[in-house]
C-alpha cells in the first residue's frame, strides 16, 4: 500500500521551532516530487515548500521564505520540513504530498500530486 505519514507537530510558542516528518512506505521518495501543504481554519490549502523530483526545483510560499527549509532524505525514505521562527498565523494542519513527476514553478497544493499524507497539526500560541 503506497502511503505517506507525517509526524512532528504539535503546541509550540511565537519564535519557537518544530521539525515535520513526513515517512513515505510503499513506494521510493526519491523518484518524487515532494511538497508541504497547509491548511488553516475557514481558509483554503496553501503550498508551503516544494521540491522536486530532480531536485533542480525548489520553492517557498513567501510567508515562509527564510524560516522553513524543507529536505529529503533518500536513506531514510522520509521528507522534512523544518519550522523556524513560527508566528501565530503558520497555525494550520500541514499535508505531504508526493508524485512521480518534475513538478516546476510555484509551490500550489496542485490535483497533479498523487499522493497525500493525513495531516499533523501544528498551532502556535502563547
Known amino acids: 500500500q503506497l502511503q505517506l505519514v507525517e509526524s512532528g507537530g504539535g503546541l509550540v510558542q511565537p519564535g519557537g521551532s518544530l521539525r515535520l516528518s513526513c515517512a513515505a512506505s510503499?513506494?521510493?521518495?526519491?523518484?518524487?516530487?515532494v511538497g508541504w501543504f497547509r491548511q488553516a481554519p475557514g481558509k483554503g490549502r496553501e503550498g508551503v515548500a516544494c521540491?522536486?523530483?530532480?531536485?533542480?526545483?525548489?520553492n517557498y510560499a513567501q510567508s515562509v521564505a527564510g524560516r522553513f527549509t524543507i529536505s529529503r532524505d533518500n536513506t531514510k525514505n522520509t521528507v522534512s520540513l523544518q519550522m523556524n521562527s513560527l508566528k501565530p498565523e503558520d497555525t494550520a494542519v500541514y499535508y505531504c504530498a508526493a508524485v512521480a513527476v518534475e513538478v516546476v514553478g510555484a509551490c500550489r497544493p496542485s490535483p497533479v500530486y498523487r499522493y497525500w499524507g493525513q495531516g499533523t497539526q501544528v498551532t502556535v500560541n502563547s
Open positions: 521540491l522536486s523530483s530532480s531536485g533542480r526545483n525548489l
Open positions: 510503499g513506494f521510493s521518495l526519491d523518484d518524487y516530487s
